[in-house]
């Protein structure tokens, strides 16, 4: 199954615009490409997804290369409570269900 | 209600013992997933269940073996387990057809003596 390169650990200052980059270059052509982020203590939160094109949802906006092998989650203005790990994952589709690999996510800080 | 529920929150368990982990959501899913999550490690997918049906087992040991009595319940149950297996079990469920948004449980934390 394809697999995802983060970097391990981003820093921000609180309301500065954050990008998280993600790399996917096995990416097959119906993978859809969908962001988590955990929170210590808590299990994983969907943030949000795509599969060609841009989307912007109330928690983050998520830019898809055109070529799909890559794509960056944008956190439009950084807060305290975004300070988590944040996954980038491909949904493969299997009978019925969507098989996904978490790879190592990017441990993001952010800085007051 | 996008809340998938899971008990115990923490369980403590010898390696002789039996016991089972719990899963329930309400929200018309018909995937569910069980994840094992070790300290500072992405979750790993352990199985999935497809309309009640088992349709991955990602080669895990016997000792855990997964039930889905119904489409909103999904059970983990443990036996003979070792010390290794002290983990985070999550649970997860999402709609059968893409893009598989998966809603996670937020976890049993599990401790093997």
């Known amino acids: 199954d394809a697999k995802t390169t983060q970097p391990n650990s981003m820093e921000s200052n609180e309301e500065e615009p954050v990008h998280l980059p993600c790399n996917h270059s096995t990416i097959s052509g119906t993978d859809y490409i969908h962001w988590y982020r955990q929170l210590p203590s808590q299990g994983p939160e969907y943030v949000i997804h795509g599969l060609t094109s841009n989307v912007n949802n109330r928690m983050a906006s998520l830019a898809i290369a055109e070529d799909r092998k890559s794509s960056t989650l944008i956190l439009h203005r950084a807060t305290l409570r975004d300070a988590a790990v944040y996954y980038c994952?491909?949904?493969?589709?299997?009978?019925?269900?969507?098989?996904?690999?978490f790879g190592d996510g990017t441990t993001l800080t952010v800085k007051p | 209600d996008t809340e998938v529920t899971q008990t115990p929150k923490h369980l403590v368990m010898g390696m002789t013992n039996k016991k089972s982990l719990k899963c329930e959501q309400h929200?018309?899913?018909?995937?569910m997933y069980w994840y094992k999550q070790k300290a500072k490690k992405p979750p790993e997918l352990m199985f999935v269940?497809?309309?009640?049906?088992?349709?991955i087992n990602e080669s895990v040991p016997s000792r855990f073996s997964p039930e889905c009595p119904n489409s909103s319940l999904l059970n983990l149950h443990l036996h003979a387990l070792q010390p290794e297996d002290s983990a985070l079990y999550l649970c997860a469920s999402s709609q059968e057809q893409p893009p598989y948004e998966q809603y996670f449980g937020p976890g049993t934390r599990l401790t093997v003596t």
């Open positions: 929200m018309g899913h018909r995937a």
């Open positions: 994952i491909l949904s493969v589709i299997r009978t019925n269900a969507g098989k996904s690999t």
């Open positions: 269940y497809s309309y009640e049906k088992l349709s």
